[in-house]
């Protein structure tokens, strides 16, 4: 499988990334086993998790299965903020990073993590708390890369100003939701990302499974599909949406392909895109994704998925 650099002097990230989210929660620890297994496999090295999948469990299980080919493989983790009923004081959010980092190590059983994300920005602590906590564990080694996620366009730019300021590490990455039916972070966010030099790692690619063709408009969702189960991520089956759906199928097709792989090539197509982000729970799923990455879109492609999109 191909790989590209996370950023300006990041690591080097399998074009398709293993997402975490479903170990301890939808997988036990066999099953992760098992689907870590089929992603090392099929050539994924980028496995992403974070301390708050399955209360730590999503950490756990992935450093289990890994054993002894933890060192093959880029780690990405993430701390949780700060409780949200807590008072912010100087000092809180440097405490959560620590304690976050901790935990995360030892949950993984490894002596570092690859790439170390900012989950959620703390809006109360200042840019320089966040960046100067974030340095020290890059210099006692416990972290190697930084990264940040669901984040703003000015905070992209704050706190890269903030860290370039105090010569410290600064963040190599963003990761954001992006696909072809969520594109309003290509506005201001990806272009901060890019003037920062950051790579960008999209998630929910296949819009929580919109973009797979399973589901259709006026039909009941699957037992026990994500739409099914979660009403949260069935917001984005509106009527527009699967009427753009059938148009992207359609395009897909004149070009010999299906619409999971115009999903992935698309976002591996834009500029700065290091990586897709896309959650398993069976070992099929993850073969069937990295299947799915055959298609490298021309410019020509990519207009006709604008037309397509704009109906």
């Known amino acids: 499988m191909d790989k590209r650099t996370l950023g300006t002097g990041g690591p080097e990230l399998s074009v398709?990334?293993?997402?975490?989210?479903?170990?301890?929660?939808?997988?036990?620890?066999?099953?992760?086993?098992?689907?870590?297994?089929?992603?090392?496999?099929?050539?994924?090295?980028?496995?992403?998790?974070?301390?708050?999948?399955?209360?730590?469990?999503?950490?756990?299980?992935?450093?289990?299965?890994?054993?002894?080919?933890?060192?093959d493989v880029v780690i990405a983790s993430k701390y949780l903020p700060r409780p949200q009923d807590e008072v912010y004081a100087p000092g809180a959010l440097a405490r959560r990073i620590r304690e976050g980092v901790e935990g995360?190590?030892?949950?993984?059983?490894?002596?570092?993590?690859?790439?170390?994300?900012?989950?959620?920005?703390?809006?109360?602590?200042?840019?320089?708390?966040?960046?100067?906590?974030?340095?020290?564990?890059?210099?006692?080694?416990?972290?190697?890369?930084?990264?940040?996620?669901?984040?703003?366009?000015?905070?992209?730019?704050?706190?890269?100003?903030?860290?370039?300021?105090?010569?410290?590490?600064?963040?190599?990455?963003?990761?954001?939701?992006?696909?072809?039916?969520?594109?309003?972070?290509?506005?201001?966010?990806?272009?901060?990302?890019?003037?920062?030099?950051?790579?960008?790692?999209?998630?929910?690619?296949?819009?929580?499974?919109?973009?797979?063709?399973?589901?259709?408009?006026?039909?009941?969702?699957?037992?026990?599909?994500r739409f099914a189960v979660i009403p949260f991520f069935a917001e984005v089956a509106t009527d527009d949406n699967f009427a753009a759906v059938a148009r992207l199928a359609a395009l897909a097709e004149s070009r010999g392909h299906d619409l999971v792989t115009l999903a992935f090539g698309w976002l591996l197509a834009q500029d700065g895109v290091t990586s897709v982000i896309a959650g398993a729970s069976t070992p099929g799923q993850v073969v069937a994704n990295a299947a799915a990455l055959g298609w490298t879109l021309t410019a020509d492609d990519l207009a006709a998925v604008d037309a397509a999109l704009r109906g």
């Open 16 to 71: 398709l990334g293993l997402g975490c989210n479903n170990f301890g929660m939808k997988l036990d620890a066999a099953q992760t086993r098992e689907v870590v297994a089929a992603a090392l496999d099929a050539g994924i090295t980028h496995f992403d998790t974070a301390e708050m999948y399955g209360g730590g469990r999503s950490e756990e299980f992935l450093g289990a299965a890994l054993g002894s080919r933890r060192d």
């Open 104 to 225: 995360s190590l030892r949950r993984l059983g490894t002596d570092r993590i690859d790439v170390y994300y900012q989950h959620y920005p703390d809006t109360e602590a200042p840019d320089d708390e966040v960046v100067t906590t974030l340095d020290e564990l890059v210099r006692a080694g416990k972290v190697r890369h930084l990264a940040t996620s669901n984040v703003s366009a000015e905070r992209i730019a704050g706190q890269a100003a903030a860290a370039r300021e105090r010569g410290l590490a600064t963040f190599t990455g963003v990761q954001i939701e992006w696909n072809l039916l969520s594109r309003a972070v290509e506005a201001e966010v990806v272009p901060a990302a890019r003037a920062e030099g950051l790579g960008v790692v999209p998630y929910f690619p296949l819009a929580s499974g919109l973009l797979t063709g399973k589901y259709a408009a006026g039909q009941p969702y699957p037992d026990g599909s």
